[in-house]
């Protein structure tokens, strides 16, 4: 299992167990996951840390002082 991170920037948009689907994004030397329909977005990942799969899970939304963390969790 692989664990990620997300950004979101609301509260309940999504809650653990929920199943989620996320696509992938490009930039010039790097690639982001957002979380659909737009929900929350991961950080930027190189090549070789590319997700396999985009079907999840989230295990865990922390709160802190910067918003919402979605924690999730891919087959890999």
Request: hydrophobic share 35%.
């Amino acid at each position: 299992m692989r664990r990620m991170e997300f950004k979101m920037e609301r509260e309940g948009l999504v809650k653990p167990g929920d199943e989620i689907h996320v696509t992938e994004g490009v930039l010039p030397t790097s690639w982001y996951y957002t979380m659909e329909p737009a929900v929350a977005m991961s950080a930027n990942y190189k090549n070789r840390e590319r997700l396999k799969t985009r079907d999840g899970k989230v295990v865990e939304v922390i709160t802190d002082e910067s918003g919402y963390t979605v924690v999730a969790e891919f087959d890999e």
